[in-house]
């Protein structure tokens, strides 16, 4: 069990846009701390895609936001395509847990 | 271009031990703290241990401590893991991560290597 919550697949059409949740608690995502997102391809180290909440690193196309409230955050693929079809982590860091970063359970992207 | 290589990867049978290696370059690798994630097939990740870019702090999950050992050899540009008293919940693929910063317990990683496949079975 993931301290942080992800769906365990989203899907949709190619041009279409997908969101996909990441819920926490007060001593992870609610205590602000930053939540970072990692794309994960098929047989491929997990990329950083989203750090400092909505930040993008140099290379990482526009259509990939992230977004922050409360205890969730959210990932968004806008304009989604065939290559985006890949597992998404999100992370964190936990004040309660005597480990470092808390990861949630990963969300399969499937485009049809 | 950043480049991590994790190796020593294999079967071990429960209770026995194993090193993993981790060669990095195109950074500058005494500038960053670094990290082990593991990852069990099919499932989420899980941080196992850190340590800052001088070595002078550590860290580790509750589920490794005690066993296993984290250092570096930055002459080397290399992260070692030491993993003894292995048991079979530890079957993951390793991966090292680079981390953004100096100290292990303030960053967060943004270069990941291949991985390197630990699996504990009599």
């Known amino acids: 069990q993931s301290v942080l919550t992800q769906p365990p697949s989203v899907s949709g059409a190619p041009g279409q846009r997908v969101t996909i949740s990441c819920t926490g608690s007060s001593s992870n995502i609610g205590a602000g701390y930053d939540v970072h997102w990692y794309q994960q391809l098929p047989g491929i180290a997990p990329k950083l895609l989203i750090y400092?909440?909505?930040n993008r690193p140099s290379g990482v196309p526009d259509r990939f936001s992230g977004s922050k409230s409360g205890t969730s955050a959210s990932l968004a693929i806008t304009g989604l395509q065939a290559e985006d079809e890949a597992d998404y982590y999100c992370?964190?860091?936990?004040?309660?847990?005597?480990?470092?970063?808390?990861f949630g359970g990963g969300t399969k992207v499937t485009v049809l | 271009e950043v480049q991590l290589v994790e190796s020593g990867g294999g079967l071990v049978q429960p209770g026995r031990s194993l090193r993993l290696s981790c060669a990095a370059s195109g950074f500058t690798f005494d500038d960053y703290a670094m990290h082990w994630v593991r990852q069990v097939p099919g499932k989420g990740l899980e941080w196992v241990s850190g340590?800052?870019?001088?070595?002078?702090?550590?860290g580790y999950a509750d589920s490794v401590k005690g066993r296993f050992t984290i250092s570096r050899d930055n002459s080397k540009n290399s992260l070692y893991l030491q993993m003894n008293s292995l048991r079979v919940e530890d079957t993951a693929l390793y991966y090292c991560?680079?981390?953004?910063?100096?100290?292990?317990?303030?960053?967060?990683?943004?270069?990941w290597g291949q991985g390197t496949l630990v699996t504990v079975s009599s």
């Open positions: 991560a680079k981390d953004i910063g100096t100290y292990y317990d303030s960053g967060y990683p943004d270069y």
């Open positions: 992370q964190s860091y936990d004040s309660s847990l005597n480990v470092l970063w808390v």
């Open positions: 340590i800052t870019w001088n070595s002078g702090s550590i």
């Open positions: 400092g909440d909505n």
